[in-house]
């Protein structure tokens, strides 16, 4: 059984910075992606990191103010999000795929994933 377990979310002033975490359990995991989704709108990428570690994709909204990053000794990837914005509410979720593959456009489809955590809430307020 694997789980994802996503943290670290809350209530933050616009301008204001908050670390989400994702623990991974139950089975060796790869490509690892974070997601979220506002009321009302489609669930949207944010980053994605391979399993090594060495390769990074980001959504073009990010704009140097996330990184996504592991910790594979902790089975954990992290997002660092920084001079947060009122539109980055949302919840945030992560996702992981359990099978190797190599990095590539692919993984910012939702679709391209087969695990999910329950989210964590997000709320930038101005």
């Known amino acids: 059984q694997v789980q994802l377990v996503e943290s670290g979310g809350g209530l933050v002033q616009a301008g204001g910075s908050l670390r989400l975490s994702c623990a991974v359990s139950?089975?060796?995991?790869?490509?690892t992606g974070w997601f979220r989704q506002a009321p009302g709108k489609e669930r949207e990428f944010v980053a994605t990191?391979?399993?090594?570690?060495?390769?990074?994709i980001y959504a073009g909204f990010v704009k140097g103010r996330m990184a996504i990053s592991r910790d594979n000794a902790k089975n954990t990837v992290y997002l660092q999000m920084n001079s947060l914005k009122p539109e980055d509410t949302a919840v945030y979720y992560c996702?992981?795929?359990?099978?190797?593959?190599?990095?590539?456009?692919?993984?910012?489809?939702?679709?391209?994933?087969?695990?999910w955590g329950q989210g964590t809430q997000v709320t930038v307020s101005s």
């Open positions: 996702a992981a795929l359990t099978r190797f593959a190599y990095m590539s456009d692919d993984a910012k489809n939702p679709a391209y994933y087969t695990y």
């Open positions: 139950g089975r060796t995991f790869y490509i």
């Open positions: 990191i391979g399993g090594s570690g060495g390769g990074t």
